[in-house]
Nanobody, 115 residues
């Protein structure tokens, strides 16, 4: 009965910034790990960033130094601040929650970075 809802996607020129947000709703008090995946057409979905309840983060090498993930444990929300965006960052971004033994996925939000 838990749902993740993303917001903040859009179109931006290379070098610009976007901030994605994800909020969990339903019968849940906490989620162990939350993060973001992205998927471009014809490509596999890849992990972009993740953060534990204690604030430990992990980033894909391609976004280190440009993206920052954060969360609000009380509300089970997670954000992804994306700076210095590149065209190769284009894709559908999905919020994910790991709450063993369950996983949760958001519906996805489109991010398009133009040259």
């Amino acid at each position: 009965q838990v749902a993740l809802v993303e917001s903040g996607g859009g179109v931006v020129q290379a070098g610009g910034s976007l901030r994605l947000s994800c909020e969990a709703s339903g019968r849940v008090f906490s989620i162990d790990v939350m993060g973001w995946y992205r998927q471009a057409p014809g490509k596999q979905r890849e992990l972009v960033a993740a953060i534990t309840r204690g604030g430990i983060t992990n980033y894909a090498d391609s976004v280190k130094g440009r993206f920052t993930i954060s969360r609000d444990n009380a509300k089970n929300t997670v954000c992804l601040q994306m700076n210095s965006l590149k065209p190769e960052d284009t894709g559908v971004y999905y919020c994910k929650g790991w709450d063993p033994p369950r996983n949760y996925w958001g519906q996805g939000t489109q991010v398009t970075v133009s040259s």
